[in-house]
């Protein structure tokens, strides 16, 4: 059983930056694969960003490269989402989610993810 518990969210004017964070409690956070999704108004939930359980492989969509990275801090038991360059079409509800990886590989899919935090509200102002 993984808790999540995600932070960081807030206003913030286009072409700024926020970091969030996603703290677990449970012994197993560093075998699960971890990932960012997010959802705004009338839309459905959106894959954001995807890491390993080791943390050496991450995946994004061509919507948030090069401008959003994802990282973790097993020891820490914490999953981060630096957004640099935000643009108002990142407004969303942004969650965290964990699932396991048979191969530890990346999940890319919503299906994937086990557990999934309470969601942290991310308004980019134009």
């Known amino acids: 059983q993984v808790q999540l518990v995600e932070s960081g969210g807030g206003l913030v004017q286009a072409g700024g930056s926020l970091r969030l964070s996603c703290a677990a409690s449970g012994r197993s956070f560093s075998s699960y694969a971890m990932g960012w999704y997010r959802q705004a108004p009338g839309k459905e939930r959106e894959f954001v960003a995807a890491i390993t359980w080791s943390g050496i492989s991450t995946y994004y969509p061509d919507s948030v490269k090069g401008r959003f990275t994802i990282s973790r801090d097993n020891a820490k038991n914490t999953l981060y989402l630096q957004m640099n360059s935000l643009k108002p079409e990142d407004t969303a509800v942004y969650y965290c989610?964990?699932?396991?990886?048979?191969?530890?590989?990346?999940?890319?899919?919503?299906?994937?993810?086990?557990?999934w935090g309470q969601g942290t509200q991310v308004t980019v102002s134009s």
């Open positions: 989610a964990a699932g396991p990886s048979t191969f530890g590989g990346i999940l890319r899919e919503l299906y994937e993810y086990r557990y």
